[in-house]
């Protein structure tokens, strides 16, 4: 490995200034929200002040977790004379952009500063929101350091040329997979206009997810539910099969402090869950029945079966529930259509927290991107418990879902797995 890659030439290399280097980053680790002057900036490395603003830009971000949708999480900060003068970061859908909060902070301090942003600026008029590109070029910016390249097709390296046709500085690739990993759902759905989709199991050491009768609660302990929750009020909808709301009777909702209830999608082909379930209860319009139309299940015109689906549909709907009618495969709801209407509906990430039927379909209709599971210290055993997987196996072990980029972290007395398909 080169010891000393740091394009900044400056005459002491970056490798000889490691305890500098190991202070400034447990600084960074310890106060990532300061606006504070880094104490990076005494050092003349342009590369390593890079990574710095550029982190600094990525926390900002992620304060928008849950709220941007479906937007990207963006954040920036305008530096110069080696300090923060003004940060900004995209709080919700709708409001400014990151870059035009910290634009306006600045001020007429903006002139011949650089600015940090973790995605490369807007090049065209959202929905309710101008391009950011003009406002940089405006506001007199010398340089523009990005992490990643938008992958909005309207953007997409355009919004970085223009500022270059405008005579400013660009770099870009700083920290770029951590800026990906922040926005992984939001690039899923710009470029596939489908959502990310995370499956999410918790089970028993022997991959069990409830014993013989249906007994599920609680496998996990509190501190790995705590992190469901909190990905709850993250992501923007969840998902679960009919069996598992007529089984468990769950609400589906985020029982973290100062969070939001995500979008709840129930898969119930035949529209079997009682009217009574508590996930019916919400009333705020986000729980979504997908389901499908019966008469392309049974071929035949059933008057009477047709008559009673109706009937409850329009039960459904009278209490607030979206009914989605989607596409059917071998009787059941078809999970590729549903995820493009999903994505019609701009509801860019849901996560799978079903029972073993919906879990082998998502895996096997390809629809998975992330696969987290919550490993409990128990052994539950027997034939007869419910599998955190159904369905068939493959016949040969070279078929089976291998996981990239496997991370593993401790949740209390639990584990959690992490990898992507
Ligand atoms: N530990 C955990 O993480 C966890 C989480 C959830 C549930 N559970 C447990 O799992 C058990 C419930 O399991 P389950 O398998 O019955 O529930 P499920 O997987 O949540 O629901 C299955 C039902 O969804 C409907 N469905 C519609 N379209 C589908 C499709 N494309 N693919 C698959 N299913 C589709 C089917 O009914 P229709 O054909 O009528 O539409 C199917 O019977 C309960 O005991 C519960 O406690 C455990």
Known sequence: ??????????????????????????????????????????????????????????????????????NPMVGAIVVKGGKIIAAGYHRKA????????????AGKEAKGATLYINLEPCCHTGKRT???????????????????????PQVAGKGLKELEKAGLRTLSGVMEEEAKKLNESFIKYITKKRPFVILKIAQS???RIATASGESKWITGGKAREHVHK???????????????????PSLDCRTRGGRNPYRIIVDSNLNIPLEAKVLRHDDGK???????????????????????????????????????????DGKVDLKSLMKELGRLEITSVMIEGGSTINASALASGIVDKVLIFVAPKIIGGTDSIPSIGGKSPALLKNAFTLKDLRMKKLGGDFLFEGYL
């Open 94 to 105: 709708g409001t400014p952009h990151a870059e035009a909060l910290a634009l306006n902070r």
């Open 287 to 329: 729980t979504i029945i997908a389901t499908i139309d019966l008469n392309s299940k049974f071929k035949i015109q059933n008057s009477k079966l047709l008559k009673a689906q109706q009937k409850k549909s329009d039960l459904l709907a009278d209490m607030g529930v979206r009914i989605l009618t989607v596409k059917e495969k």
């Open 1 to 70: 490995m080169p010891r000393h890659n740091c394009p900044c030439h400056n005459t002491v290399p970056c490798y000889k200034r490691r305890v500098q280097w190991k202070v400034a980053r447990a600084n960074a680790k310890a106060f990532p929200w300061t606006l504070a002057p880094c104490p990076w900036t005494l050092l003349k490395c342009n590369a390593m002040n890079d990574e710095i603003y550029i982190r600094k830009t990525i926390s900002l971000a992620a304060r928008g977790k849950g709220r941007t949708s479906p």
């Open 231 to 249: 990905l709850r009020n993250e992501l923007d909808a969840i998902l679960v099969g009919s069996g598992t709301v007529i089984k468990d009777d």
């Open 205 to 207: 050491l022997d991959g």
């Open 130 to 152: 101008p391009p950011c590109t003009g406002a940089i070029v405006r506001a007199g910016i010398k340089k523009v350091v990005v992490s990643m390249i938008d992958p909005n």
